[in-house]
């Protein structure tokens, strides 16, 4: 249950800003967004790839531009299938049942998983989650884009801030809640470690960087006003990783999830076998030292991504055999 | 709009008994207190009433889930916001006649898997008993903890205008207790100042009378027992209640696969390792229990459960096997075999039922078809039933032949004019068919909290109250006095 909400949570929070983009930004940045988040999801777009012409790249929307009629003609229809394209890519991440990673399947896996458990939450927690899944079944992809998507997403965001929330408030302190932390946190570093590796993906193929992209991923991380103070105003890529992945004060950052993790698995305490409780017990340990200890001095970051993301997913399996599948 | 038009299209008829309204058509004492209430709402205040009981139930995700090829239907049962009544003294009857049924069959379960006293004073035929599918050989010889075969006991009873009759026992995994609890958090939240006004007796209570019956059944006397309630999974449509019950004993939710044998005691899978379990409340069927004794294709079971359970290291409830007492033809015996085991007159009496093992009561079947419901012994759920009055001519016919091919396979019962109760329809009052399900509790004692499931026919003229065809619920409440 930890889990799919946390990538629910990610998605919403990848797909606000996404829509938000939609609105004012040029076609170019707006299938860039696109592709980091499907890259960052390891999955395929429905109808293939992203990739525009080489003269699309840096096109902005029709209404900022002067041109004659028939430019003007031409630039429309661009903007009208950057549009749909938008539409069925929005639709394929937040309805798409068979999609595993949409937002509808992380808060029907989230919700049966409470279902199956829900003896271990609290009642309040079930009505939370309930009754946003609930809202999810009673509407489509068209309701909210005719209305305001981001509108939507800061909303489903908010219901999940409210679960998590009631959560803290509510659940009794045993190890339910200590698993569902340790899904929870996780899932945040392996989410975290694709999302940033899909944006050094996309700087190297573009060949540079761009400040609005890596804007966004510090919005992405709830980050950029921590930036601001800490970095000034000045985008610097690497400073962005830096902050998202070491800061020990970033709520978000992958130091304080895989800490969490840590601690977590440190409270859940021994399973069965001792000696693969230690062997857990290391791996969220070497995961916390790449992180604090090797990352500062690294000079190959998306090689020292991958290994993270490898050892969360070890890491989830590992924690899976101790306690669960023995 | 007044109550008056409201009951406009209520209609009382003589032959049926009717909860709330005499056959003269006035108003039953102890109903006036909630036809007064019914009769200051507005329509669109009980059209809201009715609307935040449903959505109660989505909101709280109070639902069954109806498995088909592609994908799964999750469904709520409809429940009408209007309570059935019961006055103490109706229920006071009610108790004291289920309580003393419930004692003379675990009376009979532990003879028929003992001595066999019963069969051998001809009180009931041996092939009847031992014949029956849910007779278990395995048991012979066995007494459960405090002679208790049924600890958790569901009985269907109905009334007419000669009173309440009991239609059936169940005794092996009955449900629908998360219901009762359910609808009276829903319908008390809706119609406040009447439940407060109504000095309505508790059920909220039930999961600790359980807790109660459930501990008197620890192996050893334990005081402190652990308990386990084992599922079939998260796919039985019963889930809910499970998990519900789990919540309610403070008990683990365990499934087949949690569940380990080591050393003759059962045990549960924890993150720390093995932990011995004392009490299973099982809601798995006896067939599926134990691959190694029963069904050895089953994957919901235990291996071994039965070993432990035979050597007294684990209690579970019900006992395996009880599925004999509650089998359609020993049905008929139950009011000699109150007689036999306490030598007291019924208290409650049973719905007429002809079996047609006997060659004149299969005569009368067969020559009445068109007025009787015919039931084949060992089904259940409302199959392989045939309702004589509803069926066509070549249905009965078709049907003759197999009663008259394995007599000792049927029984015959009169249709039965279910009383009825009124129901909340399109914003109208409309009388519909009921039935009743309390739930009753045996260890050193017995315990039933006064209320119990209502079933209830919405559709119009129906007496089929299963959820599967348009059936849904009521809460029952019980009137101080």
């Known amino acids: 249950m930890g889990r799919y909400l946390e990538r629910a949570d990610h998605l919403t929070r990848m797909l606000r800003l996404q829509a938000e983009a939609l609105v004012d930004r040029p076609t170019g940045e707006i299938y860039s967004g696109w592709r980091r988040i499907y890259r960052s999801l390891d999955r395929e777009p429905p109808g293939g790839g992203l990739e525009l012409e080489p003269s699309q790249q840096g096109a902005a929307p029709q209404f900022q531009q002067t041109q004659t009629p028939s430019g003007q003609a031409q630039r429309r229809i661009s903007d009208e299938y950057t549009l749909a394209d938008s539409f069925t890519l929005a639709d394929d991440l937040t309805f798409e049942r068979a999609n595993p990673n949409s937002l509808w399947s992380c808060f029907a896996w989230g919700r049966e998983n409470a279902r199956q458990m829900r003896h271990c939450i609290s009642a309040e927690m079930w009505r939370s989650l309930n009754l946003t899944y609930l809202k999810l079944q009673r509407i489509r992809m068209l309701d909210i884009w005719l209305a305001s998507p981001e509108g939507f997403y800061t909303e489903t965001a908010e219901d999940i801030e409210t679960f998590m929330g009631v959560a803290g408030a509510t659940m009794y302190r045993d190890e339910g809640w200590h698993f569902m932390q340790l899904g929870r946190f996780i899932e945040r570093a392996q989410l975290a470690s694709g999302l940033l590796l899909a944006q050094l993906e996309e700087d190297k193929q573009s060949r540079e960087h761009s400040e609005s992209d890596w804007t966004t991923l510090l919005r992405v991380f709830h980050a950029q006003e921590a930036y601001m103070r800490t970095c000034g105003v000045e985008i610097r890529p690497e400073q962005v990783l830096d902050l998202l992945v070491t800061d020990p004060m970033l709520p978000n950052s992958m130091r304080r999830a895989l800490a969490t993790v840590s601690g977590e698995l440190g409270a859940v305490g021994t399973g069965p076998d001792g000696a693969s409780t230690e062997a857990a017990n290391r791996m969220a340990g070497r995961l916390r030292s790449l992180v604090q200890y090797e990352w500062p001095d690294s000079d190959d970051k998306p090689k020292l991504l991958i290994l993270i993301a490898d050892l969360s997913w070890q890491l989830h399996g590992l924690v899976n055999a101790v306690y669960f599948d023995y | ?481």
């Not at chain 2, 048991?139 to 239609?167: H, Y």
Request: charged share 25%; proline share 5%.
């Open chain 2, 1 to 481: 709009m007044t109550t008056a038009d409201r009951f406009g299209n209520y209609s009382i008829d003589a032959d049926i008994f009717d909860e709330m309204f005499h056959a003269d058509g006035a108003t039953r004492d102890d109903w006036k207190g909630l036809q007064q209430t019914l009769t200051d709402l507005s329509t669109e205040e009980l059209n809201a009433i009715q609307e935040r009981v449903t959505r109660s139930f989505s909101n709280e995700g109070i639902t069954f889930t109806v498995y088909g090829d592609d994908e799964a239907d999750e469904r709520i049962i409809p429940i009408d916001c209007v309570p059935r009544l019961l006055v103490e003294a109706e229920w006071r009857e009610l108790e004291s006649g289920l309580t003393q049924r419930l004692k003379a069959l675990n009376l009979f379960l532990q003879d028929v898997y003992g001595e066999s006293r019963v069969t051998k004073d001809g009180v009931i035929p041996q092939d009847m008993v031992r014949g029956c599918p849910q007779y278990r050989l395995e048991m012979r010889g066995f007494t459960p903890p405090q002679g208790t075969w049924v600890a958790i006991c569901g009985t269907d009873v109905v009334r007419t205008n000669d009173g309440f009759r009991v239609l059936e026992d169940n005794l092996r995994v009955p449900s629908g207790v998360s219901y009762m609890i359910a609808n009276r958090k829903a319908v008390k939240a809706s119609l406040r100042r009447l439940y407060r006004a109504s000095r309505v007796l508790e059920v909220e209570n039930y999961g600790r009378l359980l807790l109660d019956t459930l501990r008197e059944l620890a192996p050893g006397g334990q005081t402190n027992p652990t308990i386990a309630l084992l599922t079939p999974g998260v796919y039985n449509s019963a889930f809910y209640e499970h998990m519900f019950l789990a919540g309610e004993l403070g008990a683990e939710l365990v499934e087949g696969r949690d569940l380990v044998v080591d050393d003759g005691f059962v045990c549960m899978r924890t993150t720390t390792g093995l932990r011995r379990v004392d009490v299973i409340y099982r809601r798995v069927d006896d067939d599926f229990i134990d691959p190694t004794v029963f069904r050895p294709d089953s994957v919901l079971g235990v291996p071994g459960l039965m070993d432990a359970y035979l050597r007294g290291n684990v209690a579970l409830a019900n006992a395996p096997g009880t599925g004999v007492a509650d089998d359609k033809s020993v049905y008929a015996y139950v009011p000699d075999l109150i007689r036999y085991y306490l030598g007291e007159e019924p208290l409650l009496q049973n719905v007429e039922t002809y079996l047609c093992r006997r060659p004149q009561e299969l005569e009368y079947t067969l020559d009445n078809l068109d007025r009787l419901v015919v039931k084949k012994v060992g089904e259940s759920g409302g199959y392989g039933m045939l309702v004589g009055p509803h069926a066509t001519p070549a249905e009965r016919a078709e049907y003759a032949e197999q009663v008259r091919a394995n007599p000792a396979d049927f029984i015959a019962q009169p249709t039965l004019a279910l009383s009825r109760s009124p129901c909340l329809i399109d914003g109208n009052f409309e009388p519909r068919h009921v039935d009743l399900r309390p739930f009753i509790l045996h260890g050193k004692t017995t315990r039933i909290v006064p209320g119990a499931f209502c079933r209830v026919a919405l559709k119009r003229g129906s007496l089929v109250v299963n959820s599967s065809q348009g059936g849904g619920g009521k809460d029952v409440w019980v009137l101080e006095e």
